[in-house]
């Protein structure tokens, strides 16, 4: 299994993990999060996940499991001869890096969880309708199935490995061994991450609003990035 990474020069490396049907391109460089990294002389570490960007996308659910996908991140870290690093993920990224600090809790220094909360959106998913929706098209009952998935497809996303993920993903937690130090990030106005303002108070985490801002704009939030910065120096 090939994993395309960029890696930036800068002291103390972040390992920056984007979200489902996103890139790096998208989630991290034009949002402005590995420029605001190099200003702060910190490097970026930005992998395109399996199943998207220039990485491979395999089609069976189970190459989509928590421990593979955190797997994937930690041969990207030994690659680059990283012992232990902080991580920032977003939305299904940090669901992807909670997975990873349970599979490798030396690896990960401090955490940002930002996009995500305690329900995860696609084991809410009716999958016969995804399955549908993504091999003929058919619009489901469920808006957001669409809303997620449509842009996209659109766009010419390998739908079978969309599928895949959707299945192998869903269930993901946000679970996270004791003694790392965590932050949570939401928009104000962003539904999926409902419940995680409680989530964070009951392990003792830092936690961020965002006024206002929606699961795609907190991204561009030049206060998500310096809080962001502050936590994990």
Same mark, same amino acid.
């Given at each position: 299994?090939?994993?395309?990474?960029?890696?930036?020069?800068?002291?103390?490396?972040?390992?920056?993990?984007?979200?489902?049907?996103?890139?790096?391109?998208?989630?991290?460089?034009?949002?402005?999060?590995?420029?605001?990294?190099?200003?702060?002389?910190?490097?970026?570490?930005?992998?395109?996940?399996?199943?998207?960007?220039?990485?491979?996308?395999?089609?069976?659910?189970?190459?989509?499991?928590?421990?593979?996908?955190?797997?994937?991140?930690?041969?990207?870290?030994?690659?680059?001869?990283?012992?232990?690093?902080?991580?920032?993920?977003?939305?299904?990224?940090?669901?992807?890096?909670?997975?990873?600090?349970?599979?490798?809790?030396?690896?990960?220094?401090?955490?940002?969880?930002?996009?995500?909360?305690?329900?995860?959106?696609?084991?809410?998913?009716?999958?016969?309708?995804?399955?549908?929706?993504?091999?003929?098209?058919?619009?489901? /009952? %469920?808006?957001?199935? $669409?809303? #997620?998935?449509?842009? +996209?497809?659109?766009? &010419? !996303?390998?739908?079978?490995? *969309?599928?895949?993920?959707?299945?192998?993903?869903?269930?993901?937690?946000?679970?996270?061994?004791?003694?790392?130090?965590?932050?949570?990030?939401?928009?104000? /106005? %962003?539904?999926?991450? $409902?419940? #995680?303002?409680?989530? +964070?108070?009951?392990? &003792? !985490?830092?936690?961020?609003? *965002?006024?206002?801002?929606?699961?795609?704009?907190?991204?561009?939030?030049?206060?998500?990035?310096?809080?962001?910065?502050?936590?994990?120096?």
């Amino acid at each position: 299994m090939r994993i395309a990474f960029d890696a930036t020069p800068g002291e103390r490396p972040v390992l920056l993990v984007h979200g489902f049907a996103s890139t790096v391109a998208v989630t991290w460089g034009g949002s402005g999060w590995v420029r605001a990294l190099g200003e702060a002389g910190r490097g970026a570490i930005t992998p395109d996940l399996r199943g998207h960007g220039r990485s491979d996308k395999p089609h069976r659910a189970a190459d989509y499991a928590p421990r593979q996908l955190a797997a994937d991140l930690v041969a990207v870290l030994d690659t680059l001869e990283l012992d232990r690093v902080d991580v920032i993920g977003y939305s299904m990224g940090s669901r992807v890096v909670a997975a990873l600090a349970r599979l490798a809790p030396e690896r990960v220094r401090r955490l940002v969880l930002g996009g995500a909360g305690p329900l995860e959106l696609f084991e809410t998913w009716d999958q016969g309708e995804v399955n549908r929706f993504i091999v003929s098209g058919q619009l489901p /009952a %469920d808006p957001t199935i $669409a809303a #997620v998935l449509g842009p +996209a497809i659109a766009a &010419g !996303a390998d739908r079978e490995a *969309l599928l895949a993920c959707v299945q192998g993903v869903a269930g993901f937690t946000l679970d996270v061994p004791a003694g790392i130090p965590q932050l949570f990030v939401a928009g104000g /106005a %962003d539904q999926i991450t $409902a419940g #995680v303002v409680a989530l +964070a108070a009951e392990r &003792g !985490a830092q936690y961020l609003e *965002l006024p206002g801002r929606t699961h795609v704009n907190a991204l561009t939030s030049r206060e998500f990035k310096q809080a962001a910065l502050e936590f994990l120096a």
